[in-house]
């Protein structure tokens, strides 16, 4: 029996796990503006209304600078980031096999397309535009933020947890898994040498 291939051994992604991506960023960004319009139609830029006293306020703000309030002023800045955002998401989409990274990547996309589409549409111009906030809980942070925040922010932090528990974008848990697989499938050949030597330089060389 002939070794398996590359390809064989490494299961492309289903086209149900990629789904998840634009699935997820278009629910987010379609959120994100939806409350956008019902700001500008129900709000007055500058005051704030107590939804959860203490808790929550709707306080319509226009910022010029990045997430949560922060570097007014530099808009240019965060358009270009946001964009080689866009594209190393999409470059890093076709590596993706895992729902959990999917769904990571769509949180990230919507959010940072949400902001973009302010920046790139609104006033006062094309790439220079202010992001409408809306979102202010002073109990947590003192800065005001919008739905799009939110989708960047738990995706950001998911990144986090997905990487500390060693999950790589095809889902598997690490080196120390392929290690074991390299070692059983030794052992399965009749190597014994072979599955106690296994090691990470041999895998790679094996996965590439």
């Not at 959860?52 to 709707?58: E, K, P």
């Amino acid at each position: 029996m002939s070794d398996p291939t590359p390809a064989q051994e490494r299961p492309r992604g289903s086209a149900a796990t990629l789904a998840l991506i634009p699935v997820v960023a278009l629910a987010l960004y379609g959120a994100d503006q939806l409350s956008k319009v019902w700001v500008l139609g129900h709000l007055v830029e500058g005051t704030s209304t107590p939804v959860i006293d203490g808790v929550l306020y709707w306080t319509f703000v226009r910022n010029p600078g990045a997430a949560f309030s922060m570097a007014s002023g530099s808009t240019w800045i965060f358009t270009a980031i946001a964009l080689l955002v866009v594209v190393a998401i999409v470059v890093l989409a076709k590596h993706i096999r895992s729902r959990a990274w999917a769904i990571v990547f769509g949180l990230v996309l919507g959010g940072v397309l949400g902001n973009l589409t302010d920046r790139l549409m609104r006033e006062p111009g094309f790439g220079v535009g202010h992001v409408i906030d809306f979102i202010h809980t002073p109990w947590m942070m003192p800065a005001i933020y919008n739905v799009a925040d939110c989708g960047i922010v738990v995706g950001m932090c998911s990144v986090v947890i997905l990487s500390l528990l060693d999950v790589g974008l095809d889902g598997q848990r690490g080196r120390s898994k392929k290690q074991r697989d390299a070692a059983d499938a030794a052992r399965t050949a009749g190597h014994p040498d072979a599955a106690r030597d296994a090691s990470p330089s041999v895998l790679n060389e094996k996965d590439s």
